[in-house]
C-alpha cells in the first residue's frame, strides 16, 4: 500500500534562512506524482509544487524546491529566504498515475514557525 | 482561477442530526473529493467521485454518504451526526490530466454536541 511519512511535526526557521521540510514515501508503482501543498490557519489548502516520478530534473516554483531523490523515495520541500507568511502547515500527497481515481495519499503534515 | 466553494465555514450540530455539505466547483472538473483533517493524521478521503452520479468509497467512509447529481456540485451527507464526526471537511476538484493538482475549497469546521 502507499504510505506518506513527515517525521517532523513541528519546526521552528528564522526569517530570511532556507528550511527544508522532510517527506518519504512508500510505493511499488513505478509512475506516479508528489505534490506539496501548504495550508495557513485559515484553512484553505495551496498548491505549492509537484514532481513527477519520471521528471529527469527536480521541480522548482519560486521559493520553493523539491529535492527529489528516487532511490531513496524521499520528496523534501526547500523553502528558500524565509517569510513571516510561510508560518503554516505543510502536507506532502503522493497520487498513483496509473490510477484513474486521481485520489492523493496525505502524509500526517508539518507545522512551520518563522521566527521574526 | 479555480474556485471551489463550500457551504458553510463553520457548523455546529447536535448528535443524531442528518448534516449536509455542499461543495461547488466552477472549473469543469470530472473528478471531486470528500476529505476529512484530524490533528495528526493529515487528510484522509472519505468519498470521490469521477462523474456525474458516480461514487467511490474512500479510506473512511463508514457513517457518510455522498451525492453527485451534477458535475459541479458534490454533497457529503452524515446521516445520523456523532461526536467523533467533529472534524475539518475540506472537498477538492481536479481534472483527469496527469500533472493536475487538487483544488480544495476553504473547508467546514463541524462540531458535533
Known amino acids: 500500500a502507499q504510505k506518506i511519512t513527515q517525521t517532523q511535526p513541528g519546526m521552528f526557521v528564522q526569517e530570511k534562512e532556507a528550511v527544508t521540510l522532510d517527506c518519504t514515501y512508500d510505493?511499488?508503482?513505478?509512475?506516479?506524482?508528489l505534490f506539496w501543498y501548504k495550508q495557513p490557519s485559515s484553512g484553505e489548502m495551496i498548491f505549492l509544487i509537484y514532481?513527477?516520478?519520471?521528471?529527469?530534473q527536480n521541480a522548482t516554483e519560486g521559493r520553493y524546491s523539491l529535492n527529489f531523490q528516487k532511490a531513496r523515495k524521499s520528496a523534501n520541500l526547500v523553502i528558500s529566504a524565509s517569510q513571516l507568511g510561510d508560518s503554516a502547515m505543510y502536507f506532502c500527497?503522493?497520487?498513483?498515475?496509473?490510477?484513474?481515481?486521481?485520489?492523493?495519499?496525505f502524509g500526517s503534515g508539518t507545522r512551520l514557525l518563522v521566527r521574526p | 482561477d479555480v474556485k471551489v466553494t463550500q457551504s458553510s465555514r463553520y457548523l455546529v450540530k447536535r448528535t443524531g442530526e442528518k448534516v449536509f455539505l455542499e461543495c461547488v466547483q466552477d472549473?469543469?472538473?470530472?473528478?471531486m473529493f470528500w476529505y476529512r483533517q484530524d490533528p495528526g493524521l493529515g487528510l484522509r478521503l472519505i468519498y470521490f467521485?469521477?462523474?456525474?452520479?458516480?461514487?467511490e468509497k474512500g479510506d473512511i467512509p463508514e457513517g457518510y454518504s455522498v451525492s453527485r447529481e451534477k458535475k459541479e456540485r458534490f454533497s457529503l451527507i452524515l446521516e445520523s451526526a456523532s461526536t467523533n464526526q467533529t472534524s475539518m471537511y475540506l472537498c477538492?476538484?481536479?481534472?483527469?490530466?496527469?500533472?493536475?493538482?487538487?483544488?480544495f475549497g476553504p473547508g467546514t469546521r463541524l462540531l458535533v454536541l
Open positions: 477538492a476538484s481536479s481534472s483527469s490530466r496527469v500533472r493536475e493538482t487538487q483544488y
Open positions: 510505493t511499488s508503482d513505478q509512475s506516479y506524482g
Open positions: 514532481q513527477g516520478s519520471y521528471d529527469e
Open positions: 500527497a503522493m497520487r498513483d498515475r496509473e490510477d484513474s481515481s486521481y485520489k492523493l495519499i
Open positions: 472549473m469543469d472538473h470530472e473528478n
Open positions: 467521485s469521477y462523474d456525474v452520479k458516480m461514487k
